[in-house]
């Protein structure tokens, strides 16, 4: 990268659902249609829906543009994939990020079948998740078990540690350039 680089600042914080998925893939992509070299990304999301976080995974990964993403709050359950999608990764000393099993709806009144449909669709959501964590970052098969039943924490150091991010650092602004919130 060198000063000549196209550089576009973006924010987000919201859920991963249809609608928040919608404007970060169209902002992503109206920065690739203008040129950009590269995007910042200030993120911070509790996470949503596993279909919607794989399809913005996959979407972040294919294009053409070099995204650099900072957790500048809390990023979790399947936000940590979509954070994990980026080229290069930081976050904040005060940041936060949490693994956790998918959960499925209410089951009050579903037949066995359905239970058990429901059922298998949150364990091929788990592995659709450990397959991302196991791909793009270090972390240890303990944590990948342990987020099979509970949440899981991961505070910075450990983050690093993982490989979720390259270094433990904030988001700034550089004076002179303009930030768009999705």
Do not use: W
């Not at 080229?87 to 936060?96: F, G, I, P, Q, V």
């Not at 209410?106 to 659709?128: F, K, N």
């Amino acid at each position: 990268m060198d000063a000549s680089d196209n550089v576009i600042y973006f924010g987000y914080t919201g859920p991963i659902e249809p609608g928040g998925v919608g404007r970060l893939a169209g902002a992503l992509n109206s920065a690739v249609n203008n040129g950009a070299d590269i995007v910042h990304l200030a993120f911070s999301s509790n996470g949503g829906y596993v279909a919607d976080g794989v399809y913005l995974y996959n979407h972040i990964r294919a294009l053409p543009l070099h995204l650099v993403i900072y957790n500048t709050g809390s990023v979790g359950s399947i936000a940590v994939s979509v954070f994990l999608a980026a080229d290069e990764r930081y976050c904040s000393k005060h940041a936060m990020f949490m693994i956790h099993p998918t959960t499925m709806g209410h089951s009050e009144g579903m037949s066995a079948r359905r239970l058990q449909s429901t059922l298998d669709a949150a364990l091929a959501d788990d592995d659709r998740t450990d397959n991302i964590l196991r791909e793009r970052s270090r972390i240890p098969d303990a944590v990948l078990a342990s987020r099979r039943h509970s949440e899981v924490h991961i505070a910075p150091a450990e983050a690093r540690d993982y490989g979720f991010v390259d270094a433990v650092r904030e988001f700034a602004l550089p004076k002179g350039h303009e930030i768009v919130q999705i």
